[in-house]
């Protein structure tokens, strides 16, 4: 009987034995990187070096990342993309389906853009497209969106209403477009659809009815958002620093996902446009933050930045709370993964089973506290050690004290589309304190509102500010003076007032 037997072992399983348990990192000249070429992270766990990000020896600059609820996802990105910035004036784009990374953005003096908060969408605009290409990414989104493509004929139809529009409004559908010629909207589309019917004279016309019906959803007045002119230059968004597109104004799902799918396509073509260039660093880096039905469909446009990005430049985040959503052929081809704190056996059976890692690895990860990252890196070259290793913390950018005001509840339907009127007013507490202090208000009334905010993740609406304030007994004059030091119009004070009780 012999004391050894030998077996033939994959070292993805060796790895997964407990001899090799401890968390070995990779070497220091491929974390320590150049600090002007590259973003700082935070210290390993094991040889505490201070790993800086590039992407110069990976596969590509896309990172998925993942953790529960409360893990420190957003918290990554938003250090990530201040860095970036710092580093290599990196522009982002936000899809921000929650609206999370608003207030974030205000105060770092980047832009907003706030879809069904008074913010327009024409999904026809070109901006320097073809038509014909445009239709047919217009087409695309609905076959994602919707089950048009079960019924070809009314996408036949579609398609075509598209085209014609764009020819009635004078462009050529196969040419590029001159600038600031104004497109059709989806209303025209909608009109050539039922100018048609009228005539009578097309042989099905319950295709016809089924097709405008299906454009008619994102066309209704009041819920218009992509069928009126662009309130903001699809053009320049790449080259803009730092943008949020927030659709948590948007009514549905549905909605939120169109807007995506349509920031996608048209980042994508511009990325395209754009061109290569020698520049160091990234050149913009697009956020898709839990915009499940947009990372995990392989026609959205996600899928084609993934694979073009590296040569341009651009760079992908996905994050989510669950790793199933992102799409395979985008998760298995991120250069980067940051795991964060994961519970659910079943997200930790395919993050171990795509990323390959350690038992150890695997119990590190469910019990990481907040802030505490496993990263994974695909290098071009094949390595000799292993891909993931343990970060200590993420050591993010100090997070500003923000809290939010919101007015859209008082607000009429003129106000709420109109892009002047603002709906949320954004104060750090140092200058919400001061301001509740300029307008002499007693100490036990401004202490409940902030107790009242911090319940609330720091957000009150002005109705609800106002009454606390009425409870603590605070003159009406005084709240009228705090009230237009936020910037209110007397108009809307009134009216704040009138929901008294
Ligand atoms: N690395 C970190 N260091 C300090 N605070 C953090 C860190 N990561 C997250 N936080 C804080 O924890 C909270 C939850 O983080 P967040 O990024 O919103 O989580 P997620 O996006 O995963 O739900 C926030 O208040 C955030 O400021
Ligand atoms: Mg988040």
Redesign the pocket.
């Known amino acids: 009987m012999s004391l050894v037997r030998f077996q033939n072992v994959m070292s993805n399983e060796l790895a997964k034995r407990t001899m090799f348990t401890r968390p070995p990192e990779p070497p220091q000249e491929f974390l320590l990187n150049d600090p002007s070429n590259s973003v700082f992270i935070g210290i390993t766990k094991l040889f505490s070096v201070p790993f800086t990000w590039t992407f110069a020896s990976l596969t590509n600059p896309h990172i998925s990342v993942v ?1 529960i ?8 990105v938003k250090t990530f993309l201040t860095r970036a910035s710092y580093v290599w004036k990196t522009n982002a784009i936000i899809i921000d389906w929650a609206g999370e990374y608003k207030a974030w953005v205000q105060q770092s003096g980047g832009i907003t853009v706030s879809l069904g908060k008074g913010d327009f969408i024409n999904l026809l605009d070109l901006s320097g497209m073809k038509p014909l290409d445009r239709s047919k990414q217009i087409i695309n989104s609905f076959e994602i969106l919707t089950d048009i493509s079960d019924y070809p004929e009314q996408r036949r139809l579609t398609v075509e209403a598209i085209e014609q529009a764009y020819v009635n409004f004078g462009f050529d559908p196969a040419e590029l477009p001159k600038p600031d010629k104004e497109a059709p909207t989806l209303k025209n589309v909608i009109s050539l659809l039922e100018e048609k019917l009228q005539e009578g004279s097309y042989a099905y016309p319950a295709e016809l009815e089924n097709a405008v019906y299906r454009l008619r959803q994102f066309a209704r007045e009041g819920e218009d958002y992509f069928a009126r002119k662009s309130t903001l230059d699809l053009s320049k968004l790449i080259s803009s620093g730092l943008v949020d597109i927030d659709l948590s104004g948007l009514p549905d799902e549905r909605f939120r996902a169109l807007a995506a799918l349509f920031m996608l396509q048209t980042l994508k073509e511009r990325m395209r446009m754009e061109g290569w260039s020698a520049s160091k660093g990234l050149k913009a880096l697009i956020v898709l933050d839990e915009a499940w039905k947009v990372a995990s469909d392989e026609r959205s446009d996600a899928v084609t930045i993934i694979r073009e990005g590296r040569k341009y430049q651009f760079g992908l985040i996905v994050a989510s709370q669950n790793p199933t959503d992102i799409n395979e052929a985008i998760f298995s081809n991120v250069g980067t993964s940051v795991m ?1 704190r994961i519970k659910f056996e079943k997200f930790l059976d395919y993050l171990q089973g795509s990323l390959n890692f350690s038992q150890f690895m695997r119990n590190e990860i469910s019990k990481f506290g ?2 505490q990252a496993a990263v994974d890196m695909s290098f071009q070259t094949s390595v000799q050690f292993p891909e993931v290793f343990l970060i200590d ?4 950018e100090i ?1 500003l004290d923000v809290y939010t005001i919101t007015v859209a509840d008082v607000l009429n339907q003129a106000e709420l589309t109109d892009q002047n009127v603002q709906k949320e007013y954004y104060l750090e507490k140092i200058d919400l304190n001061s301001k509740f202090i300029q307008a002499n208000i007693n100490s036990v009334a401004i202490e409940n509102v902030f107790k009242e905010l911090d319940n609330r993740n720091r957000v009150l609406d002005i109705r609800g500010l106002m009454q606390i304030m009425l409870n603590e007994r605070v003159n009406k004059d005084t709240i009228v003076e705090l009230m237009r030091g936020f910037g209110l119009a007397d108009s809307v004070i009134t009216r704040v007032f009138s929901y008294a009780t």
């Open positions: 953790g609820t409360g893990a420190g996802k957003s918290f990554f964060l907040v802030g913390r993420i050591i993010g997070p």
